[in-house]
């Protein structure tokens, strides 16, 4: 580990998808960590796959406030800014992507934590 070119620490869902993008360079010497016994113990274990998005009648506003109240008082309002405002975007791009290889992203229930809106893909 000592000589390891790239040390990258923790193996959720962030270290996986460093690991990975870097590793399209088979040179690449990785090294990845976990606080954990078990490495697959993680937040990424747990999540439901929801991906938040914007609803037919919401806005970057109403996101921005169900994010921060998800959050109970630790949320960066910083990152749920940018969240709010650039996310949305984003998953339509990976919603057109899926479309394009004949599967279909599609707006759930807002039952996925506090949500006011129909936004969960
Ligand atoms: C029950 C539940 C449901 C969820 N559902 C969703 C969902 O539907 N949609 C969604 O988008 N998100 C969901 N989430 C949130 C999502 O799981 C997290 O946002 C995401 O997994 C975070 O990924 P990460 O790689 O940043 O962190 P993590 O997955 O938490 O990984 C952190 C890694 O760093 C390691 N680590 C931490 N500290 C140290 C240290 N000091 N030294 C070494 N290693 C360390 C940990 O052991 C772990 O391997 C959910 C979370 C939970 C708990």
Do not use: W
Not at 36 to 63: F, K, V, W
């Amino acid at each position: 580990m000592a000589n390891a070119e790239v040390l990258i620490i923790g193996c959720g869902i962030a270290g996986a998808t460093a690991a990975l993008r870097l590793a399209r360079n088979p040179d690449r010497q990785i090294t990845i960590i976990t606080r954990a016994s078990d490495a697959h113990e993680s937040n990424t274990r747990y999540a439901q796959g929801g991906i938040i998005g914007r609803g037919p009648s919401d806005t970057a506003e109403l996101l921005f406030e169900d994010i921060v109240a998800a959050g109970a008082g630790v949320t960066s309002p910083k990152a749920a800014r940018i969240l709010a405002d650039e996310g949305p975007q984003l998953l339509n791009e990976v919603l057109e992507r899926i479309a394009s290889s004949d599967r279909q992203g599609v707006l759930a229930e807002p039952e996925h934590f506090v949500e006011a809106q129909r936004r969960a893909a």
